[in-house]
């Protein structure tokens, strides 16, 4: 009975020795941002200072500094508006695919659907040289409408899967009532499965719109001007000016981009690994 | 279960026309109510897919025809050069290293994350108070752009402000201004480069594992404890074995995720000091974009096709064994 006892405490302290332990190497890198952001100039560079303590009160030098006069709210302002747009084109592209494929496409919806999936994989490391130069022949290089057309290629066939997943749970039998009614196919489409669906729709909104925040290697790749820039891009090239690393205001940059974004992925964070896992848990 | 109209016959829809009606004028196929719910489908989905095929399928098209010509940028006229590019990357000493870095960037990193994923969703798996919290600290590095989040590594890593030299320093493992230089020694920026990428993937798989967790009826285990087996025994015979479908989901996703990288070395160490840290997605950018020899850059890059491949086949037949079971 005591040796149970002792086993049970024992257990539950190695159990938060190992959460705590990855939780602080996990985020660390974030806290080390939020310290860094508020402390003066002199405090960063002064190698006798104690890093984690404010050894110099806090300032607001490297907020000011990073909205006043840096480009950075026009690359915030860039990435939201490419992320509504590209949102728009992935629910227009991917809603009727992923409903034709679940409903009205018989035994082919399931491959096609593996299929549409499968292209996720394909990386953009793979792609980017010939995609430069179609950008460049479409005349959209050093714009944001680059970004904007070739986005949708890996936002689209995560979001087929994931909303055909959605669509396999809907009862049949809804849709058939409605064309029983009158309705045409198209018609139950439209008027009873996208608003019954809406949390699935909204699931691949949070997520397309986080894929666009993080893209890296095709921003990179197609706009070069500061103006232009997308936040995951504009941050690292243009806060850095010559060598000098404005270390206050890119930590700021980064943890200011990245909180919302957490918090917005953690709450459909369920939906999104039920995308990767399908077919593997059930 | 009440399946329409349009579902029931069109198991034979999908291998043939329908059989010709006995009397009357024959009905094109397209015109029964099966045959307009195909053609509404195909429309509904013809988008998409073709959306897909203009920005993956024709550029990794172009990809393999680039590589036997010698196009470049701002070039109007290109070249058939055959092997020509493969011959000259397979010289370049920076291609070798970089084809070894990237499988040693891949296969120590997913060592790491797995051990360490699988450690911390055993841990993770039982409610408890503040879990909700502690699962958004760890998920942080995932969801965080990544390009941001290495940001935060280089400053980390800072050849003088470091505050891991600060505490090592503080610690006397080392004098003042002796401390490593850990993205400038080609060793320790190797390492450095695995580690940012093992802390940005750790938190994908243990998410994943976690959820292949739930799916795993906990009184196995549990038995397995009342009849005295010790933590040890029930891991290794018992938990992991279990897991091992999910683990390997998790695995593969991560060997894309990883293989095909480049943000976290062109952030950290932009692949030096003297190609320590090149990897082939780097290389190819360098290469095909910065130097605008596309040419080679899309040589280079179409070496990570066979990984990936095995990778897709993988995923088919694992995709494929779900379905049967």
New interface residues.
């Given amino acids: 009975m005591q040796r149970g006892m002792l086993h049970t405490i024992g ?1 539950h302290v ?2 938060w020795v ?2 705590i332990v ?2 602080v ?6 806290y ?2 939020l310290i ?1 952001t508020f402390k003066k100039t002199a405090d ?2 002064t ?1 006798e200072n ?3 303590i404010f050894n110099l009160p806090p300032t607001l030098e490297h907020l000011r500094l990073l909205f006043g006069q840096t480009a950075y709210l026009r690359w915030v302002a860039n990435t939201a508006l490419v992320g509504v747009i590209v949102v728009t084109i992935t629910l ?3 809603l ?2 992923a ?3 679940t ?6 919806g399931q491959p ?1 659907g ?1 299929g ?1 999936f ?2 996720y ?14 950008v460049a022949l479409l005349n959209l290089q050093d714009t944001i409408w680059s970004v904007v ?2 986005y ?2 890996f936002t ?2 995560f979001s ?1 899967w994931l909303l055909m997943g959605f669509f396999k749970s809907i009862p ?2 809804l ?2 009532a409605a ?1 029983v009614d009158g309705l045409s ?2 018609g139950a489409f439209i008027k009873l499965v996208v608003p019954i669906s809406l949390s699935g729709i909204l699931t691949v909104v949070i997520f397309t719109f ?1 894929l666009v ?2 893209e ?2 095709y921003a ?2 197609f706009i070069s001007p500061e103006s232009q820039q997308m ?3 504009g ?2 090239t243009f806060l850095v000016r010559g060598d000098v ?1 404005y ?1 206050g205001s ?2 700021a ?2 943890l200011i ?3 919302p ?3 917005l ?2 709450l459909f ?2 939906r999104f ?2 995308g ?7 | 279960m009440a399946i329409g109209q349009s579902q029931a016959p069109t198991e034979t829809v999908g291998v043939m026309a329908p059989p010709p009606l006995a009397e009357g004028p024959r009905v094109p196929w397209r015109r029964t109510p099966e045959g307009r719910a195909r053609l509404l489908g195909i429309s509904m989905f013809a988008p998409a897919v073709l959306y897909i095929t203009a920005l993956i399928g024709l550029p990794l098209v172009l990809a393999f025809v680039y590589a036997f010509t010698d196009v470049k940028v701002g070039s109007a006229t290109s070249h058939w050069v055959g092997l020509e590019n493969f011959r000259s990357i397979l010289q370049s000493p920076s291609f070798r290293q970089a084809l070894l870095n990237s499988f040693i960037f891949t296969i120590v990193s997913q060592v790491l994350v797995i051990v360490g994923s699988t450690t911390l969703s055993l841990a993770l798996k039982d409610k408890f108070h503040g879990r909700g919290f502690v699962r958004f600290l760890i998920l942080l590095p995932w969801v965080a752009p990544i390009s941001l989040g290495a940001i935060g590594w280089k400053w980390i890593l800072d050849s003088l402000y470091s505050v891991i030299n600060w505490v090592l320093v503080a610690l006397h493992f080392y004098k003042p201004y002796s401390a490593p230089m850990w993205l400038g020694e080609p060793v320790l920026a190797m390492a450095s480069v695995i580690l940012v990428h093992t802390w940005r993937l750790l938190p994908f798989s243990t998410v994943i594992l976690l959820a292949g967790l739930t799916a795993i009826p906990k009184d196995i285990p549990e038995a397995a404890e009342v009849d005295g087996a010790g933590f040890w025994r029930i891991l290794f015979q018992i938990n992991i074995p279990m897991m091992l479908p999910i683990i390997n989901v998790a695995v593969l996703f991560g060997i894309i995720f990883t293989f095909t990288d480049m943000t976290v070395v062109y952030i950290l160490t932009a692949g030096g000091p003297f190609d320590s840290t090149q990897v082939l997605p780097s290389l190819a950018f360098f290469t095909g974009i910065l130097a605008g020899d596309l040419s080679q850059g899309a040589a280079i890059s179409l070496f990570l096709v066979p990984i990936l491949v095995v990778v897709a086949y993988l995923m088919l037949r694992m995709a494929h064994r779900a379905e049967i079971t």
């Fill in positions: 257990s190695a159990r190992v959460v990855f939780a190497l996990l985020a660390f890198p974030f080390w941002m860094t960063l560079y190698l104690n890093p984690f227009i592209l991917a009727p695919a409903y034709a494929l409903r009205l496409t018989g035994r082919w096609i593996i549409i499968l292209t994989l394909v990386p953009p490391t793979l792609l980017f040289i010939p995609l430069s130069r179609v057309v070739v949708p290629s689209v066939p087929v049949r039998e849709e058939d064309m196919r198209l986080t925040t993080q890296f290697v990179l790749t936040l995951g891009v941050v690292p690393y270390w890119l930590m940059a980064c981009a990245s909180v974004i957490a918090i992925y953690n964070l369920d690994i039920a990767f896992t399908v077919g593997a848990v059930k």
